[in-house]
């Protein structure tokens, strides 16, 4: 059973987190966007960061230039 991003890190807005090709995505809180947890059917929650000048972007569920969205948290 998959897990929501509030149960890996408590108080998690559903606003910063996304799914995509059956992966789950969860920003880490206090990094900016710049990193986030990956969680696969197959492998362990990871905790990931975004190549320089970029930052995740939930809402297309991948690493961005920031100055392309508002990162939610």
Not at 43 to 62: K, Y
């Amino acid at each position: 059973m998959r897990r929501q991003c509030s149960l890996i890190i408590p108080h998690m807005s559903v606003l910063a987190s996304c799914e995509a090709g059956g992966n789950i995505y969860c920003i880490v809180p206090d990094t900016g966007c710049t990193q986030f947890t990956q969680e696969t059917a197959a492998l362990p929650l990871m905790t990931l960061n975004c190549p320089a000048a970029t930052a995740f972007d939930v809402s297309i569920c991948v690493c961005n230039i920031p100055s392309a969205f508002n990162c939610p948290i």
